[in-house]
C-alpha cells in the first residue's frame, strides 16, 4: 500500500511518524518549530489531532470527568481542561500541514468526530489516523474508511473481538489499505508491556501491515518491533521535555528521534532474508580464516605431526578438517615454514 508517495510494506524501510499532539503548548510559532526540527531527524510523516474539548468530551469537572488517579500525568484535570490544553487548533492545521510538505513530510491527523474528518477532507490529507480510544467508534471508523484513503488503526485496550469489528467496519467501507498498531494505552508504557510478539500475530490474523505506536521511553521498544515485522513506527515528539507539554513524558528530544529514525532503518536493512556463506562483504575476509600451514622447515619424506603441520590464520592452505588426514603422512618435497598445504604435498 502506498500513503502519499511514500510505499508501505514488509520489503520497505519503517514508516515513522512524528505525533505532534498538545506538546506546541498552544503557539503557533513552537508548532512550526516541531515541524523543522522533526523533518531534520529524517521522518517520514507528521501527525496532527483534530478535536476540540466540546467534540471529545462534556464540560463536566467532576466525576468520571475528573482526573483523580495520583499516578497520572494529569492528575487534577478534568478531561474537558485537559483537551482544551492539549488541542491543536483547527485553523493552525493548513500552516502545520503546508510547512510539513515543504520539508518533505506526509501530514495528516487523528480526527475525533465526523466534524472533523470533513474539515481535514478540506485539506485533502492523504491519510487518516484512528486512535485507540475511538477505535470502538464505528460510525467515525466507517465515515474515515468511506473517504478511500488509506487508515492507521492504534489497537491500544481492543481485544481481538472488538479489533476484528473495527476491520469488518473498514472493509465494509470500502477501505483495504489500513495499517494496525500495536499499542499499549499506558501514558508513558512500560516496556514489560508492549507485547511486540503481537505484531506478525496482527498481520497474520488480519492481512493487513502492521507496525507500533510507542508510548514507552527510549529507542529500544520500536527498534524491536521493526525486528518483529513493524512497518510503521509512530512516536510523539517534543522539542525539549523539560519545558514541559501535555505528553513530554513520553515523547523524544529531535536528537533522540533522530536515533530513532536511524536505528529503527538500520534494524530493517539488518532483517535482510535468509541466507547462508559468505556475502559479498564478506568475500575478502575468506583469506584470514583458519586452514593447514606447513609449521617448520621439512624435508622431502618427513612425516607430517602436529608439530610441524598446524591450523593457522590465514587460509589459502587446505581445510582444517583435514589435518587428520595427512598426520603419519610424508611429505613429497621440501617445503619451508609458511607453506600452504595442498594435496601434492602428499
Known sequence: ????????????????????????????????????????TGADALKLQTYTADTITLDVHEGEFYIDNPESLWHGYSLHQLYQKAMTPWEWHKPIFDRARQLGMIAFSSPFDLSAVDYLEDLDVPCYKIASFENIDHGLIARVAQTGKPVIVSTGMASQAELAETVEVLRANGCEDFVLLKCTSQYPARPRDANLRTIPHLRELFQCEVGLSDHTTGIGVSVAAVAMGASVIEKHFVLDRS?????????????????????????????????????EKEVASRVHRRSLYVALD???????????LRSVRPGLGLAPKYLSHFLGKTIKR???????????LI
Open 1 to 40: 500500500m502506498k500513503i502519499g508517495d511514500k510505499r508501505i510494506g514488509a520489503d520497505q524501510a519503517p514508516f515513522i511518524i512524528a505525533e505532534l499532539s498538545g506538546n506546541h503548548d498552544q503557539s503557533l510559532d513552537k508548532a512550526l518549530a516541531m515541524v523543522d526540527a522533526a523533518a531534520a
Open 243 to 279: 519545558e514541559g507539554g501535555v505528553d513530554a513524558d513520553f515523547s523524544m528530544e529531535p536528537n533522540e528521534f533522530k536515533a530513532l529514525v536511524d536505528e529503527c532503518r538500520r534494524a530493517k536493512d539488518a532483517l535482510g532474508r535468509v541466507h547462508y556463506g559468505c556475502t
Open 298 to 308: 621439512m624435508k622431502a619424506g618427513e612425516r607430517f605431526t602436529e608439530a610441524n
Open 334 to 344: 621440501d617445503a619451508k615454514k609458511g607453506t600452504p598445504l595442498s594435496w601434492d
